[in-house]
C-alpha cells in the first residue's frame, strides 16, 4: 500500500522560506510516476502547486512558478517542497501526493498545516 | 486562480441523485481528461473519478462521471449521508506550460 508523509515546520515567518518533505513508503519514486504538491487555505479550495518526475522533470503552477522549487531524492525515497517569500496568504494545509499523467493524484498524504506568522 | 467553475454547494435528501456539473474551457476540460475528489470533512482529497468516467478500485459504482465539450459532471445516486463532502473537479490545463487546475469545489449536504 502506498503510503505519504508530509514534515516539516508549522510555522514559518513572513519573508521566509517555506520547506516540506514527503516520504513515501510501500512504493519506489525511482519506479515512476509523478510527485505532487497540493495545498488548500482554511476553509477555501485545493490549489495545485506542482510536481515532478524521478529524473527531475517537473511541471509548476504558474501563479506560484517564480517562489516555488520541487526536487526530489531518490535514495531516500522522498520529495521536498520550497515556497519562498512567503506571506500570510500562503497559510495552507500542504498535502503531497503520488501523480499520475497529467496530473491525476491518486494517493494522498494526510497534510500538514503550515502558518505564516511573525 | 481557478478556471474551473463548480456550484458552491448543492442538497439533496437520501436515496436520491444529485450531479455537480464543472465548466471549463478548451485548454483544459476541452482538451483533457477530467477527475474527481472528494474530500470528507477533516480529511485530505480522495480521488473519486479519472479520466472523465473511471472509477479508481473501491469507488462506490453510485459515483459516475461524464464529459461533454468544455463541461463535466458527477453524479451521486443512491444519495447517503457518508456522501456529505465537498467535491472538486479537476484538469490538466495546456496553457502555458501545462498545469493542473481545480475547480471552486461543491458542497453537498443530505438532507
Redesign the interface.
Known sequence: QVQLQESGPGLVKPSETLSLTCTVSGYSISSGYYW?W?RQPPGK????I??IYHSGST?????LKSRVTISVDTSKNQFSLKLSSVTAADTAVY?CARV?V?????Y????TLVTVSS | QSVLTQPPSVSEAPRQRVTISCSGSSSNIGNNAVNWYQQLPGKAPKLLIYYDDLLPSGVSDRFSGSKSGTSASLAISGLQSEDEADYYCAAWDDSLNGFYVFGTGTKVTVL
Open positions: 505532487g497540493i479550495g485545493l490549489e495545485w506542482g510536481s511541471y509548476y503552477n504558474p501563479s498535502y499520475m497529467r496530473g491525476v493524484a491518486d494522498w498524504g494526510q497534510g
